[in-house]
């Protein structure tokens, strides 16, 4: 399993939301750079966002949902285009990061 895994739950219809892009980014200074990208499955999970032997420098990362995209299929109308999460990597254990979502809200936790 990858270090960085995610989910995302619609709460909306309260069934994973599938086929989200998602961009894995780390801080460099001011700047952000991408260092991973995929796609969410039918049970709106990206297990593999990185190669499973791949080891995360500690620091600030952002995860990038790309959200309109999501609700345009079903043509919801919707507040976020995008919702960005950033985090600190203070440890090399596994972090797991989901998204509950709806058209107008959101939420996150730490997950395990």
């Known amino acids: 399993m990858s270090q960085i895994t995610t989910h995302i739950l619609d709460?909306?219809?309260g069934?994973?939301?599938?086929?989200?892009?998602?961009?894995?980014?780390?801080?460099?200074?001011d700047n952000w750079q991408e260092i991973a990208r995929g796609v969410t499955n039918s049970d709106g999970r990206i297990a593999d966002l990185?190669?499973?032997?791949?080891?995360l420098e500690?620091?600030?990362y952002k995860m990038k949902f790309y959200t309109k995209e999501y609700f345009?299929?079903?043509e919801t109308a919707n507040f976020y285009p995008?919702?960005?999460i950033i985090f600190d990597v203070a440890t090399t254990e596994h972090y797991h990061v989901p998204l509950l979502l709806n058209p107008f809200g959101y939420a996150t936790y730490r997950g395990s």
């Open 11 to 13: 709460t909306t219809k």
């Open 15 to 29: 069934k994973p939301a599938a086929g989200v892009t998602i961009a894995l980014l780390q801080q460099a200074g």
């Open 50 to 55: 990185l190669p499973n032997s791949a080891q």
């Open 58 to 60: 500690l620091g600030v």
């Open 72 to 74: 345009e299929q079903d």
């Open 82 to 84: 995008l919702v960005e």
